[in-house]
């Protein structure tokens, strides 16, 4: 119950976080941030293997966040568990600030600059495959957005992962249904996904990406010979009522009013 609430309370400072970044800079993809938060709480404050004060040691865990553009969310994380001042968000998307506004490998703590769909997972493979060749512990952990599964680089890696049998690979995905200005389903239907994905050789699991006890036991599933696919089912926008599946929320920044009314709903007194 414990690790429950802590992330939780995570999550929670997460999202303010990153709703007081995205209205200061006036920047796009709260929604896409917001989906995610839950699944970044549950793998920094409980699952992957880093020290914030060791942050660039050499058996940490690799976390990768393939869709850039929710940089946010991964920023604010990392403010939280204290890989940097938690004040430093305050310049995010300013002139000369390295917290640019899809994720960038000059922030302490991101593995890989990325912004251009379809380039984590390769990279994350290749993650994998060098641990693997070096005898290293360590994991790799992926996290995709739904709309950039359209990318035949992932396919690619999908197949040479399974190939090499990356069993210290894992592969989330934020399956929130919404892509850019339309529906998934509208835009290329990615159904069905979970026998697609066994079909190219991966284990996969789904999951409710907003319940931390099933996230936890996902993302600490040992998987044998084969890499590991979780598919989480998630809400754009989630923890603000008003952005929750809603595709405008994906390109627009919540004016004043809008962020006093998010704020208050995440319980936070100084909205």
């Not at 892509?179 to 069905?192: F, V």
């Amino acid at each position: 119950m414990a690790d429950t609430k802590n992330s939780c309370d995570l999550a929670r400072n997460i999202r303010i976080n990153a709703l007081r970044m995205v209205h200061r800079a006036r920047a796009s993809h709260i929604a896409s941030a917001l989906s995610i938060v839950d699944i970044l709480a549950v793998l920094y404050g409980r699952v992957m293997n880093i020290d914030p004060s060791l942050i660039t040691s050499e058996v940490r865990d690799r976390f990768i966040l393939s869709k850039g553009h929710a940089c946010v969310a991964l920023y604010s994380t990392l403010a939280e568990i204290n890989v940097f001042p938690k004040d430093e968000l305050d310049t995010y998307g300013q002139d000369f600030s390295w917290l640019m506004n899809h994720v960038s490998h000059k922030v302490p703590g991101v593995e890989f600059s990325t912004g251009a769909l379809g380039h984590g997972l390769p990279f994350g493979v290749g993650k994998s495959l060098a641990a693997k060749a070096n005898n290293e512990a360590w994991r790799v952990f992926v996290l995709l957005s739904d709309g950039e599964m359209d990318e035949g680089s992932n396919w690619e890696a999908l197949m040479f992962a399974a190939h090499h049998h990356l069993d210290n690979l894992i592969a989330i995905l934020d399956y929130n249904k919404l892509q850019s200005l339309d529906t998934i389903a509208n835009t290329l239907g990615l159904e069905p996904l979970r026998a697609k994905l066994e079909s190219f050789g991966w284990l996969v699991k789904e999951v409710d990406g907003h319940h931390y006890e099933d996230l936890y036991n996902a993302l600490t599933f040992e998987s044998i010979d084969k890499p590991l696919f979780i598919i989480a089912h998630t809400l754009k926008g989630k923890g603000v009522s008003f952005m929750e599946n809603k595709v405008e929320w994906h390109y627009k920044n919540p004016n004043d009013e809008q962020l006093a009314l998010a704020l208050t709903e995440l319980g936070e007194k100084n909205a």
